[in-house]
Each structure stands twice: as structure tokens, then as C-alpha cells.
């Protein structure tokens, strides 16, 4: 069965450092979403792309991230200076269309910072 | 707004047993309802949703749920716990088939033998 992939699983950077987290959607869809989870709390809305641009974010996605997809396979999620409170496991999703309902999530990428 | 509330951070149940694990929603318009499962260190599954049509849906795992309007709830259920059920559960809704899913605080389901 197919599924998302993201890479790397665990990523530790130090404050003020650039990321970049990358996920590999299901390969008929279109629409892809980042989410996040900080440790013991809810998973929370980040973005959502559609088409080669950006669809809808939420208040967290500012100015610091931003959203890619370089080569028709993946899709990534860059922090260009990292905080503390960005540590979090961020969670890719893909969509095949409208009409689908169901968003399928990869496995995760914890990342922290230090 | 659209928001979900899951009002137990805990369930624990006996293996063998009912479960329930409860959700309430609001959103303007039709609600797309979802329950996902996360296990330790792992994504998040799919279990089961609902769009339209019978107000009980079933899904993955011997999972059910009931989608009540006038109650504005969509209440996970299964008629017998098993131990590997054990994991944390969040309800989710959505307004169009591609909308970003806005999700519940998540309830922890522990099962005991």
C-alpha cells in the first residue's frame, strides 16, 4: 500500500539554525499539509499546498518557515532560524483530491532544538 | 470556528469490554468527522470517518462510530477492548474534502488484561 514518507525521523538542531524536513507524498496526489505536535499536546494545522502554492496557514506559519515542492516527488518544510519552541514532531500529509476526504499522514519527523 | 472537544484525557477500560471514547464537534455547515490512532512513536492511522449517509460508520480495527447532529458528537466505540487497542485516539473534523483537519486534544485509551 502506498504511503508517505519523511525523512529524516529525528532531526536535533541548535537555536538560530536552518532546517529543512522533508516528506515524500503519495504519488497521484495533490493536495499536501504539515502539521504539528508539540510533546503531550494536540496536533495543530501548519500549511496546506495545492498546485504550487500555499492554500492556507495557520498563525504559527509565519515569516520563519516556508514550503516547497522542488521536484515533483517532494515536499518540504523549511524553519530558516529555529526557536526552542519549535521543538515539535511535524507530520506530513497528502490528499489525493477533491473529492477524497481522507488525509494520509507519514510517520513524523521529531525535531529539537537545542 | 471550527473546533473538537474530546472531554476525557484518559479512558481506561477492561480488556473485553465496551469502549467508548467520546467527541463533540462544532462547525457551521456539514461536518467531515474523523478519528485517527496514534501509537507511541508512530503517525497518525486513519480508523474511520464520516461524510454523509448512516449515522453509524464503521472502520478499521472493529472500530465504530455514531455521528448524533442534534447532539453535535461523533463517539468512538468498540464492543470489545483489546490490549493492543491501547494507544491515543483524536477525533477531527473538517469542512470541505480538502480543507486542513482541526483536531481534537486526543484521548489515551489504556486497556488493562
Known amino acids: 500500500e502506498p504511503e508517505v514518507t519523511q525523512t529524516p525521523s529525528h532531526q536535533v538542531t541548535q537555536m538560530g539554525q536552518e532546517v529543512i524536513l522533508r516528506c515524500v507524498p503519495i504519488?497521484?496526489?495533490?493536495?499536501f499539509y504539515w502539521y504539528r505536535q508539540i510533546l503531550g499536546q494536540k496536533v495543530e494545522f501548519l500549511v496546506s499546498?495545492?498546485?504550487?502554492?500555499?492554500?492556507?496557514k495557520s498563525e504559527i506559519f509565519d515569516d520563519q518557515f516556508s514550503v516547497e515542492r522542488p521536484d515533483g516527488s517532494n515536499f518540504t518544510l523549511k524553519i530558516r532560524s529555529t526557536k526552542l519552541e519549535d521543538s515539535a514532531m511535524y507530520f506530513c500529509?497528502?490528499?489525493?483530491?477533491?473529492?477524497?476526504?481522507?488525509?494520509?499522514f507519514g510517520p513524523g519527523t521529531r525535531l529539537t532544538v537545542t | 470556528a471550527q473546533s473538537v472537544a474530546q472531554p476525557e484525557d484518559q479512558v481506561n477500560v477492561a480488556e473485553g469490554n465496551p469502549l467508548t471514547v467520546k467527541c463533540t464537534y462544532s462547525v457551521s455547515g456539514n461536518p467531515y468527522l474523523f478519528w485517527y490512532v496514534q501509537y507511541p512513536n508512530r503517525g497518525l492511522q486513519f480508523l474511520l470517518k464520516?461524510?454523509?449517509?448512516?449515522?453509524l460508520v464503521k472502520g478499521s480495527y472493529g472500530f465504530e462510530a455514531e455521528f448524533n447532529k442534534s447532539q453535535t458528537s461523533f463517539h468512538l466505540k468498540k464492543p470489545s477492548a483489546l490490549v493492543s487497542d491501547s494507544a491515543l485516539y483524536f477525533c477531527a473534523v473538517k469542512r470541505g474534502s480538502a480543507s486542513k483537519i482541526i483536531f481534537g486534544s486526543g484521548t489515551r485509551l489504556s486497556i488493562r488484561p
Open positions: 499546498f495545492y498546485n504550487n502554492e500555499i492554500s492556507e
Open positions: 500529509a497528502s490528499l489525493q483530491g477533491q473529492g477524497s476526504y481522507e488525509q494520509y
Open positions: 504519488s497521484n496526489h495533490l493536495y
Open positions: 464520516y461524510i454523509t449517509g448512516d449515522n
